[in-house]
């Protein structure tokens, strides 16, 4: 990929008996065997412009510690927490935008130096980011739990150990590949790495079968009409902050076509909210017509059901981890230049 572009991204050392590398240029000693992101390049400049996730999530944690010390419980005097969780993702989107928008950090110097160039990405170098750990975020390497085409011993019956396993997709019925060659914005493989699981603050290993998710299966797979089924049944879901778990109800962020307040101008306090989908405003900017999250008859295909079942992946991965992490522009890159073997 070349020395410059190589640099820019992220690698992952062992820090049972190293020194981790921080934002802020200081050293520290790190003896928990875990294993932590560092950048390959010169990092002198690399806290400016505002903080990256994990620095936000450290900062999180500290808050949280605060307010137990404290004996104030805000999840419970709130039904759960929901501002606190609302304030986490309002900050991280804010700061996020803060940094990358003006042209800094590693997202924006891959999207210059490798996407804009299109330098060709070498099939080692997707082959290392699955093999390890914190590649696209805090988390262990894909291949721990994604190494065989045979289900009794790999996750879904997905190998990513080879580039033929890559492509050939998860083998555990119903089949499915995780990509195909040039298409990356549609992947499945892209919407594992970068979605979150909705509502906020579901455990990776919360149930997906539950009466309340498969209610919401079957309305769009019986055409997500506008009926009893939907005013009676699926729309008191999206406002009820124990339907699907997390932190709060979907409408606590998702409640206007306008953002703000409302993330992605998703609005599920209405059917024609919900059928109108997301971010109609800003895609009207640039001509597009909205992202649809329904698509009546196909749950399996539309993201609303998607965002109730699919985890975001490593699992376990904070949902306030950087959506847009350099080293997943440069897989996609790879899978838009035709995903080469060689």
């Given at each position: ?75 419970a ?88 396993g ?102 599920l ?17 640039e ?7 329904v ?7 539309s ?12 699992a ?27």
């Open positions: 990929m070349g020395t410059a572009a190589g640099a820019l991204v992220w690698a992952s050392v062992t820090t049972s008996a190293a020194w981790a590398a921080q934002d802020a240029g200081e050293t520290h000693a790190v003896d928990t065997g875990y294993v932590e992101p560092v950048r390959m390049a010169d990092s002198g400049s690399a806290g400016e412009g505002g903080m990256d996730p994990h620095d936000e999530a450290e900062e999180h944690d500290e808050a949280e510690e605060h307010e137990e010390e404290d004996g104030h419980d805000e999840a005097e709130h039904g759960g927490g929901s501002q606190h969780a609302d304030d986490v993702l309002r900050n991280y989107y804010a700061t996020y935008d803060e940094r990358y928008g003006n042209g800094t950090g590693p997202e924006y110097a891959v999207q210059r130096l490798v996407q804009q160039r299109d330098i060709t990405i070498p099939y080692d170098y997707i082959s290392m980011l699955m093999r390890i750990p914190n590649a696209f975020g805090e988390g262990a390497a894909c291949v721990l739990c994604h190494s065989s085409n045979t289900p009794q011993h790999s996750y879904r019956g997905l190998d990513l150990s080879t580039c033929e890559i492509k050939r997709g998860a083998m555990e019925p119903p089949q499915r590949v995780i990509f195909e060659p040039g298409k990356a914005s549609e992947s499945r493989l892209r919407r594992h790495l970068r979605n979150n699981r909705m509502p906020f603050g579901v455990p990776f290993d919360a149930p997906t079968d539950t009466a309340n998710i498969r209610a919401v299966k079957q309305w769009i797979d019986e055409g997500a009409r506008d009926d009893d089924v939907f005013r009676q049944t699926v729309l008191p879901l999206f406002k009820d902050r124990t339907a699907f778990g997390g932190f709060q109800a979907c409408t606590e962020c998702h409640m206007s076509n306008q953002e703000p307040p409302s993330f992605h101008e998703l609005d306090t209405s059917y024609d909210g919900v059928m109108l989908g997301a971010d109609a405003i800003a895609k009207a900017e001509g597009l017509p909205p992202v649809r999250i698509f009546p008859g196909d749950a399996e295909g993201p609303l059901y998607q965002r109730l079942v699919e985890n975001r992946m490593p376990g991965i904070e949902p306030s981890e950087n959506r847009d992490h350099p080293n997943l522009q440069i897989l996609m890159q790879w899978i838009d230049q035709g995903a080469p073997c060689d």
